[in-house]
């Protein structure tokens, strides 16, 4: 379907980002003064609100030297402040330069809150209009004003203008995706969202996000590594006809094999043009607050029209599988299990003898050994995400990535976390294991129980319709509480029917979640603990959300590989626990025992037996 991508975005972004030095600082401030602005906001996504970039829109990395997935930051004249949220805080501090950035916490220590202590007035800041959400816009406009600051649209990207080795835009394929794959004709999700719009009034959507648009018109792309979307853009209107921006090169098969009636082509560049155009007096616009850009809240003004910030309809309705994605993603975690099972096989029996002999096996050949596996199975294209393949203290950044000279070595002692998934062609797929190789110290046994505490109560749960996921989020995290414990991520996340490995809008989080979660969505639950330069640990299984017998809600899994039981403490487990810890491990053992070889079944005879 897509050609693989394997890691090229993590490379380049890395390349790009060992390249920092201040004089990369410097060029954009002079940058700044030139246009007469104070400071500048610089997002990790890009124009497509997406976390996988492509080369050329790794602005923060090329920036800062930071290679995160998720962050923004402020360059002033004087002064420079990452933002990065609990994920990224080592990883951060190890990538960028303390000597001229400063760090604060994303969500804890927003930005708006260090403009109103120290922005002053008559300061202008600027912003890229085609990349700042309305939200994050408002934020930052609403703390100026406060100070007697101001914000400002910029025409270009002064980070762009100063970056002069800058990439070229990518020119991935488009290709057809099948209706066969789909479940659903483009023509028939298209007009369940036109309906969706006329019944609330609205007449046009913007729509920015590529998962959205390679799922409406059943088109997958290659524009970025680990997702298979094309970078496009849209407006779509009550009727369910299309205004789609995007490079026609791309479209390489012929035009009767794409799904493309009542879909009228623009150049890539056009959005903000073709939306002008299209806007009538009183017209009602939808954009999303957190997955579009503000600037185009500013051409429906200028219009006449009427923007309606609210979260994207169509985001909805493509977190909804319908049964041939839902029978897709349950065939390729199945498959995508039995490359886990042989992984975790051969690391068991590799890192002690390795190890032993003096050439212990890395992290960085794990990661190759999981995809080799992979490689071997049906449908498989590449990762769904970079491998976090990471030993002892690397574990306790969320995010680390081995370096290819090989990384830490995996040692008998080691507590080793891996979260691994693949792109298939019928699904997506995100897992993770934390393992041992030898009896671990008493702390990390009652650590990595209280995670698995948590996992066990998710994974049990019954809920009603309408609950959203800060309503169940606690559950995972109750058993690290009274401990004094917590983790500083999300429980839970979407995952993409071959499509983005983090779908929106289902979220297990602390903050409030946008929507409620609904039969037929997928989720992760994925609890975990850190301990900074020590070990990580996270259990992590990919879940549909199925009607329970009593006619409320609940996960069942996707994911069928067994939890390392060397790390657990059964005296902190209740029989609630233990009982779902033993079926799950008995259905892994059943389901899977077929697809395995005599020595594989055997092994995982033994990996799953009763707690």
Known sequence: MCRSREGASLTNQTMIAQGWTPTRLETVRAELRRRGLHGFVVPRWDAYQGEYCAPCDERLAWVSGFTGSWGCALITDDRAVLFVDGRYTVQAREQVSSAHFEFRHLYDQPMHEWLLQHALAGQAYGYDAAILSPSLHDDLADACVQVGARMVASSSDPVDAA?????????????????????????????????????????????????????????????????????????????????????????????????????????CDSLFEVLRSRVRGGDRVSIDPKFS?????????????????????????????????????????????????RFLMW????????????????????????????????????????????????????HHAAVPDGGMAIRRGSIYLIDSGGQY???????????CFAPPPAEVRRNFTLVLKG?????????????FGHQIDALAREPLWRHGLDYDHGTGHG????????????????????????????????PGYYEPGRYGIRIENLCEVVQSENGFLRLRELTLVPIDRRLVDVSLLEPLEREWLDHYHTRVRAEMHSLLTPSQQRWLADATVPI
């Open 163 to 267: 970056w002069i080795d800058r990439p070229k835009r990518p020119l991935g394929a488009v290709r057809v995706f099948a209706v066969e794959r789909a479940g659903e004709s483009s023509r028939d999700k298209r007009s369940r969202l036109a309906q969706q719009l006329r019944s609330a009034r609205v007449r046009l959507l913007v729509e920015t996000q590529p998962d959205n648009i390679a799922w409406l018109l059943n088109l997958r792309g290659d524009d970025v590594s680990y997702s298979p979307v094309p970078h496009a853009m849209a407006l779509i209107d009550d009727a369910g006809e299309i205004d789609l921006c995007i490079d026609p090169r791309k479209l390489i098969e012929p035009r009767d094999h794409y799904e493309l009636d009542g879909v009228r082509l623009h150049a």
């Open 495 to 526: 995952v993409g029917h071959f499509l983005s490995v983090h779908e929106h809008p289902q979220r297990l989080m602390k903050a409030a979640s946008p929507a409620a979660i609904e039969a037929g969505m997928t989720l992760t639950n994925e």
């Open 347 to 398: 690391l068991e029996r590799a890192v002690p003898q390795r190890d032993a002999a003096g050439s212990p096996v890395t992290e960085y050949e794990a990661e190759e050994v999981i995809l080799a596996y992979r490689r071997e199975l049906p449908d498989f294209v590449y990762p769904s995400f970079r491998t976090i393949s990471a030993a002892d203290g690397n574990g306790a950044m969320c």
């Open 293 to 341: 850009p503000s600037g185009a809240v500013d051409v429906v003004r200028a219009a006449g029209g009427r923007s309606v910030i609210q979260p994207d309809p169509l985001t909805r309705l493509k977190a909804v599988k319908n049964d041939t994605e839902l029978a897709g993603l349950r065939a390729s975690s199945r498959r995508d299990s039995v490359a886990w099972i």
């Open 425 to 435: 062609l019928d699904g997506t797929t995100d897992t993770t294991r934390t393992v």
């Open 455 to 467: 996992h066990a109560r998710l994974a049990s749960a019954r809920f009603p319709h309408g609950t």
